[in-house]
């Protein structure tokens, strides 16, 4: 049977430590930012594709609602 003090030392409880030098760790930073800063482009591009779709499918079905307010308003004068 184990007890609790046996399992604290069997099971390693640290992580790997990695040691970089200050330009590794710049280039590290920098390349990380041009990551983030790609992806934020990217978004931003599918979002205003979105958009313009979002806005053309909205202009089109506006269109079609008025042609038949106009349809149903001519039928109902006569």
């Known amino acids: 049977m184990y007890s ?3 399992l604290l030392f069997e099971t390693p409880s640290y992580r790997p430590v990695y040691v970089i030098s200050d330009s590794e760790m710049k280039e ?9 800063l790609d992806e934020i482009t990217k978004q931003k591009v ?6 313009k779709a979002q806005l053309k499918h909205l202009e089109e079905r506006e269109k079609e609602i008025k042609k038949e307010l106009k349809v149903l308003s001519a039928s109902k004068d006569k």
């Open 28 to 36: 590290l930073k920098k390349n990380q930012h041009q990551e983030e």
């Open 4 to 6: 609790m003090f046996d």
């Open 46 to 51: 599918r979002l205003k594709d979105a958009f």
